[in-house]
Nanobody, 122 residues
Framework: QLRLRESGGGLVQAGGSLRLSCEAS????????VGWFRQAPGKERTFVGLHRLDGRNIYYTDSVKGRFTISIDTARNTVYLQMNNLTPDDTALYYC???????????????WGQGTQVIVSS
């Protein structure tokens, strides 16, 4: 049974950086996608970016392009979300999830981590 576990969240000032990790335990096939999502208080969960494990598709939502980068360390079974130039609007609970097709929809991802909190102060 595949499990995902996020870590690396915290409190950072605006303009700062954080790197989130999504560690997978269990088998995850090379054709799968790992997506990052976030949920701000009182709001719906929204798409941040995705990375196919074979490296063929990397995609980001417009609001994070040029600031966030997803990378994969296959030896460690870990996907990273490097977040730079953070703003208070980036404050949210961040989740990683497994998907099987290129999608920005929450419903198309079947296995989720528990989330890691990111707070950006102004």
């Amino acid at each position: 049974q595949l499990r995902l576990r996020e870590s690396g969240g915290g409190l950072v000032q605006a303009g700062g950086s954080l790197r989130l990790s999504c560690e997978a335990s269990g088998r995850i096939v090379s054709s799968a996608l790992v997506g990052w999502f976030r949920q701000a208080p009182g709001k719906e969960r929204t798409f941040v970016g995705l990375h196919r494990l074979d490296g063929r598709n990397i995609y980001y939502t417009d609001s994070v392009k040029g600031r966030f980068t997803i990378s994969i360390d296959t030896a460690r079974n870990t996907v990273y979300l490097q977040m730079n130039n953070l703003t208070p609007d980036d404050t949210a609970l961040y989740y990683c999830a497994r998907g099987s097709q290129f999608s920005t929809r929450v419903a198309d991802y079947d296995i989720w981590g528990q989330g890691t909190q990111v707070i950006v102060s102004s």
